[in-house]
DNA sequence: CTGTATCCTTTTAGATACTG
DNA sequence: CAGTATCTAAAAGGATACAG
């Protein structure tokens, strides 16, 4: 028997299940700042700089639909309201997802270094 | 001195030089189907279903540009023309997010499952 | 087979003002 | 403080036709 001229084709790609959740510009950041701990609403927003009020409920809100934040209203007085949103275990299920980024960030900034003094060298 | 009331703000997000190559629904899927091997134009619109071959090349492109993946001509007869995408060896640094999503997704599942049988349970 | 080109729709996000 | 409402802009994606 000849070997194939073209290998067969990948297993269907298993990564539908995270993709549906954490595609988009914020979501991976809005999870990442909540790993170190619960955060509210305000602290939210000052981490990620430039996201709009409307984006940030809009994203939390589907967060928790998909059970991967909980949002708790913490009543200290009559007048103030502060809102608390914390991952829940489903959400501490993409910890490691995100070291991954984070190292492979590193890795790619490593990389330009690397070729950045190739580049100095050579000249 | 007191305690703070409120915990130190974490780090800045260290994620920027991966979602800047990775963010979008098609980036992540293409980058994986890519994990197994070389594989041609078509191959990769076969693999991702419903992708218009617009969107194909975009992004076959723009992962060109930041040099995740390499684009071989090869010219096998004067008619007709095969091109292959492969995973350089910044791509690869990718490897690690990809398999951590794969957990992540089985973990997801694994919950989901958890979660009906006690739902079942209960009634 | 591997794309371009064009047009159109959907999604995502930003700005700003306003509420309890 | 934690949002809602409204309007607008930009980005991403889809459909289809066509070219070398």
Do not use: N
Not at 59 to 77: D, I
């Amino acid at each position: 028997m000849i070997a194939p001229v073209r290998p067969a084709p990948p297993p269907d790609c298993p990564l539908e299940r995270y993709l549906h959740i954490v595609s988009g510009a914020w979501v991976p950041r809005i999870l990442w700042y909540l790993r170190f701990g619960p955060r509210r609403f305000g602290d939210l927003r000052r981490d990620l700089g430039s996201i709009s009020t409307k984006i940030l409920t809009a994203k939390l809100r589907t967060l928790e639909e998909e059970r991967m934040v909980v949002r708790t209203e913490l009543l200290v007085s009559e007048r103030q309201r502060q809102v608390e949103y914390a991952l829940t275990e489903r959400g501490l299920a993409f910890e490691p997802v995100f070291e991954a980024m984070e190292q492979a960030s590193r890795r790619l900034t490593e990389l330009d270094l690397l070729e950045a003094r190739e580049a100095g060298a050579e000249s």
